[in-house]
């Protein structure tokens, strides 16, 4: 029963002596686990947020031949209000495996956005196309390109880089920051015009 006793004092005063390593330790878990709790909870609502986002995409796939007032993101003539940085950012918060797939359900949205000419070239497939790029506001890792043609864009000819414009087009493929219009329309501030 002594030495039980003796035990039982030895415990006591190694906790007395060393309290404060335990508990420090012990303290610093449930610290980090609060922590981890905390940034799972972010991601989560990331991910809810990222899945509601294409959601409204396969909204606007399936009524873009019909009703398109239905969604939030439609305006009254069937073009979606979504920007190029909606669209980079949603596909830059998911995993890099899943991008390319995520990527894909932005192709065949029909969209209206306004930025600045950064610069274009000859395009090799047609005698008079050029491929224009466009980038949207700061942002200098992302760009908006489509292929038009100068016979019905002569003013490109004389244009410098900076000037603002309204491009309109159709959501061929999006990668790299970049995102590539079909069937691309132009509009030039004034007192530039096409028309």
């Not at 990222?50 to 305006?75: C, E, F, P, Q, Y």
């Not at 949205?109 to 497939?125: A, M, N, P, R």
Request: aromatic share 10%.
């Amino acid at each position: 029963m002594q030495t039980n006793q003796v035990i039982i004092i030895n415990i006591f005063d190694f906790l007395i002596e060393h309290w404060k390593v335990l508990f420090q330790g012990i303290g610093v878990a449930i610290f980090l686990l609060i922590v981890s709790f905390l940034i799972y909870l972010y991601k989560r609502k990331k991910n809810q947020e990222i899945a509601v986002h294409i959601a409204n995409i396969g909204d606007l796939k399936k009524t873009s031949g019909g009703d398109t007032s239905k969604s939030n993101n439609i305006n009254k003539n069937g073009i979606m209000e979504i920007t190029p940085k909606e669209i980079i950012n949603a596909i830059d918060e998911t995993p890099l495996l899943t991008q390319d797939e995520i990527a894909k359900n932005y192709c065949g949205i029909h969209v209206v956005w306004e930025g600045t000419l950064s610069f274009f070239y000859k395009d090799i497939g047609g005698e008079d196309d050029v491929k224009i790029f466009v980038s949207y506001e700061d942002m200098l890792t992302l760009s908006i390109s489509a292929i038009v043609s100068l016979n019905k864009y002569p003013i490109l000819k004389t244009l410098k880089g900076g000037h603002n414009l309204t491009i309109e087009g159709t959501i061929l493929k999006v990668k790299s920051h970049t995102i590539e219009l079909a069937d691309a329309k132009l509009t030039f501030d004034k007192p530039y015009s096409t028309t």
